[in-house]
């Protein structure tokens, strides 16, 4: 795949930036609260963000599509889409936890080439992109050599997302050294960064990951779904990050019940 665009990477950056403004207004404010249908919290600031960046995309690449979270899907067959999650991690936003984050994600042909983990509360930011180092704030980030999994520290959302595949990812967990829960994409960024190793998750859609995907490997590690298949914008809930490409096998074996 060719390298992404400069002027493509830096235009992402000016979405998170807006993003991140509507963000830190709204953060620890008082902001209501409303559920949606799948009872999922939802605020103003989620709305506002994602507005702000579906404005922007529209206003300098009119063909090319969104995929959002809070106003649904344009142009979804575009040749360039635009896949955007606004403030994920809004239980985290709203509890005053500044964890949460802004994903955006460009894909191409349904293929995600560009991906920006911003965390405005916390003024970092991981960029990566085709042909591109991932960045974190700036400087190049990569991956930990973590070849056994009794060394790795995993990270997942919630221990009550996995439904039926639980004693998959039981597996997992009793295989590795450590479990975090609860990082919300910041889990992303600490395994670009080399902190974490590896990250299993289930009951997300592709707004959730997909910008995690260029993140990861450009920091040389690797993200699939459960069954190995590479991540694109049919992808379904079920996915699995690994610093070490050499472990992502095992995790997935396990995930399997092969191992």
Known sequence: ????????????GRLADASGVIARRYFRSGVGIETKPDKSPVTLADREAEAAIRKLI???????????EEHGAD?????????????????????GRPTFGTLIALLQQGQPVLGIID????????????????????KPVRTRACPELALAALSASSPHYFRDGAAAFERVRLATRQTLYSGDCYAYGMIASGWSDVHVDAKM??????????????????????????????????????????MLEKVLALLAGKS
């Open 205 to 246: 859609e592709i707004y959730d990951y997909l910008a995690a995907v260029p993140v990861i490997a450009g920091a040389g590690g690797a993200m699939t779904d459960w069954d190995g298949k590479p991540l694109t914008i049919d992808s379904g809930d079920r996915v699995v990050a690994a610093g070490d490409p050499r």
């Open 1 to 12: 795949m060719t390298a992404v665009p400069d002027d493509l990477v830096a235009f992402a």
């Open 75 to 95: 142009r979804r067959d575009a040749e360039f889409v635009w896949v955007l999650d606004p403030i994920d991690g809004t239980k985290s936003f709203i509890t």
């Open 58 to 68: 529209g206003e300098r690449h009119p063909a090319h599509g969104v995929v959002g």
């Open 119 to 138: 965390h405005p509360a916390l003024g970092e930011r991981w960029v990566g992109a085709s042909g591109h180092a991932t960045m974190m704030n700036g």
